[in-house]
Each structure stands twice: as C-alpha cells, then as structure tokens.
DNA sequence: ATTAAAATTTAAGTATACTTAAATATTTTT
DNA sequence: AAAAATATTTAAGTATACTTAAATTTTAAT
C-alpha cells in the first residue's frame, strides 16, 4: 500500500486513541496538512479496500484489517526511533522526523530484525507502546498527564506525547526525558499551570506541556 | 526529488560506469522494469530540470547536477548496505533489497550519521566503491574481472557486482565474499570458463559470473 | 543499397493523490 | 427556531508516473 495510505490510517488510529469523534476528514485532513476534499476523496477509496468505515459526515472508523495497517506503520515508527536513539544518540525531534521517513520503506523482516536487536522493547524513547509482529500492544498504562497530579507527590516521566520540535527541545535542555523522576509543587488549576521540579530546578509548566506529559506514581 | 527520479538518475549513472553507450532509454527501461515510452517520457521531463542532457535517438547524458544526484542516492544505498550487514549480519542479497528501498528516505543528515558510526568506510559489502558527502569517489580501482585473470595466480575478492539471489546464494555457500583468497587453476578459454580454487574447494565457473566478480592481484 | 528487425518516439489513456471552488449538510450561536 | 458559522461533500481540474498502440527512426542483415 502505498505512503499517502499509510499516512491515513495511522492519522485515523492516532487521532481516535486520543480523542474519539476526532476522526473526521477535517481532523485527519488537519493532521496530514492536505485539503477537507482530499481526506474525503481518500476516505471513500479506502473505504471501497474496506481499510475503514465511510458514512457521509461521520467520523471514520478503522477496520480491523485498516487497525492491523496502522499498528504496523507505527510498530516500524517506534522501532526505527528507538533504533536510532540507541545507535546514534540522536534527539527525540530528530528521530520523529526520521522514522517518519524510514517506517514506510521498512520490511516486516527488517523491522523484525531491528526488535530483537533491541531486545524486543515494549516502549520507544518517547514512552510510546510498540505494537509487536501480531499489531498487539500488551502493556497496560497506569500513566496519567501531569496537568491530573497531585501536590507534593513525585513522579517518573512515562510519556512525551508531542511530534512537536519546540517541545523536545525544551524538554531535552530541562531534563525532561523518559524515566526521569519530578516532583509535583502546585497545581495552579485557575491558570491550568503546573510547577514542577526536577534535577533541583523549579519550572513552571502550562496546560500545552502537562497535557502531553504522562507520569506514573513512584512506588 | 521523487523515487522514480531518484531511481532513473541512478540507473543511468550505474549503465554508463558498466558500458559507455548503454544509457538510451530502452536500457534504462529494462532496468527499472518499465515501458520504452515511460522512459523517454521521463528523459524528457529530466531534461527540462537540467539533470540529464536528451537529444533523440542518443544516449542519455547526466549533468553535473544528474550525476551528484546519483551518486547521493549511491552513496545512501551503499552506506545501508554496509550498516545492515555489520549490524544485522544479513545476507548480500537481504542488505541490497532492503537499501533499495531505504535509500530514497534516507536524510543526509541521517547518512553522514551512519557513515561516522561505521568509520567512514570506502567499500561496501560488496566491494562497491562508497562516495563522501560530496559525491566523490576518492579510490582508485585496480581490479579486473575473474575472467581476465592468470592461470596459476592467486587474488583477493575485491567485488561482486551483482543485484541477483541465485548469484549471492551461490557466493555465500562456495565462499566467494569479498576479501577473500581464490587461487586461478585454469582459464577455459574456448568455453569461456574459469576453475578456482577457495577453501580447498576447486570450483568451475562461467562466464556469467566471472564477468561480474572481480579480484586484485595479491601482494 | 535495400530490406528486415529492433529501438525510439509520439499519441492517447489510466491511476493516484492531490488542488480550488461551489454546493450541501451539520453544528453553534443568538 | 432561525441565522450564522463551520465542516463536509461534490465537481472539475492538475501533476506524476506510468500504460498500450501506432508511427517513425535507427541499426543490422542480406
């Protein structure tokens, strides 16, 4: 199948896990940077390869067998950024925007090869669940976004939900970084803030940032 | 520039280093595995972008611009190869479909990454020639094919230039890999047949591969 | 030097993956 | 509940990278 088919069904399987009602052509178009007619137009296509269920002004939902596509885009995805994290020490951003490239030109025998060189990872290096050769995701999540912590508890960084080059920066030159430990100050809820610390700096997050940071209790 | 492009350059440049006048748009068709009019199309259209220099019935020619563009894809697909096969330890014929593929998504950022990693190496697995950043080729070649060698003479593999299975299959059960010592028993030259020995192994070859193997006198 | 064979080019047409503009339906606001 | 705003869909059109079929040119054979 081709990338432009690739791209459109991991955008649906990503948008429905974070928000369901948010798979509509708009959204998907949103995400993938192409026009509402072409979404739609793609939409119905692969609808007819029963990759998904169309119906007019309805949000779009995955089949299994379009499910099963996406999982493995992503397995690859995951893979290839933890692949190159490892290998390479690149930056969080800069993996992203590699395996962006690499995971639609990437063989399930490959992929295959880069998971047991790894050791089989159940996480990438943003924290993200790797799907394995069968497209299961096995790990249950117990995270929650930093913006739902409570005062005066500490926290290790399970998550960095974010394609965002911004965001890694900022979280590479402050510490932020998968399985690092903070610990929670204030919830500001009236300004939906949320100041934290780590590695004996003070930072205050806004409601952009701790939503898209994922934290498990320490035990 | 797109794959299809990316590919014609490429297959070019490879034709003309094998056998000059070997460049008009039929050879580079069946190359790639597609139409004599879907080539000269193409020519056309690459023409007009000044990668390759057409005038009808003649071969094709790249610019200086055609030909970095080449070697660029050259140098990626060379580096994957010598990366697949030191890190995943596969076989000639898995590291070339897969570098295949991976060449045209492929960084220079990420290539001159997996360059350093492996020491800058000037030869592939192969024993293909692997150009720098700059699309040079800095060593000089001084093999010659199976086919042109001495009988009683040994030589170290120095290349096999090849893109086929059955002809790697054969290679790495016989032990012809790149580096090793065959000694030349006899030049058949009437059938056009060489018989070497390699690992106390006396093995007779055809034309067809000793074309496509090539050796350098040892010191 | 013709003729036959082979290769190249032109022409017309197809599939994919988009675009913009207009029409239609849905959602939100008042 | 009606109007306004927003989103979706339809329609028409484009670029890329092919295809097959026919016309033309070149190359090889006699």
Redesign the interface.
């Known amino acids: 199948m081709s990338v432009a088919v690739e791209n459109f069904v991991k955008a649906i399987y990503k948008n429905d896990n974070n928000d369901t009602n948010n798979t509509k052509p708009g959204n998907i178009a949103k995400k993938l940077g192409i026009s509402n007619a072409a979404a739609t137009d793609m939409a119905k296509k692969l609808a007819v390869k029963k990759l998904l269920h169309y119906k007019k002004y309805q949000p779009l939902q995955l089949t299994k067998e379009g499910e099963k596509m996406a999982l493995n885009v992503v397995r690859k995805h995951r893979l290839w950024e933890a692949f ?1 994290y490892k ?2 020490d ?1 930056s969080l951003h ?1 993996i992203h ?2 395996a962006e ?2 995971e ?4 399930d ?2 992929a295959n ?2 998971s047991d ?1 790894l050791g089989n990872p159940k996480f990438d290096p943003h924290g993200d669940p790797i799907p394995n050769a069968n497209g299961e995701i096995t790990t249950t999540d117990t995270s929650m976004a930093l913006s739902e912590t409570q005062e005066g508890k500490s926290y290790v960084i399970s998550r960095l939900m974010s394609d965002d080059k911004e965001f890694f920066d900022f979280c590479a030159s402050n510490g932020i970084k998968y399985g690092n430990t903070i610990s929670v100050n204030k919830q500001l809820t009236k300004n939906r803030m949320t100041q934290i610390s780590i590695n004996n700096n003070s930072i205050l997050l806004n409601e952009d940032f701790t939503n898209i940071i994922y934290v498990n209790k320490t035990e």
């Not at 639609?104 to 063989?107: K, L, N, Q, R, V």
């Open positions: 190159l290998t390479f690149m800069d925007r590699e490239l690499l639609h030109e990437t063989s025998f490959l090869k880069i060189y």
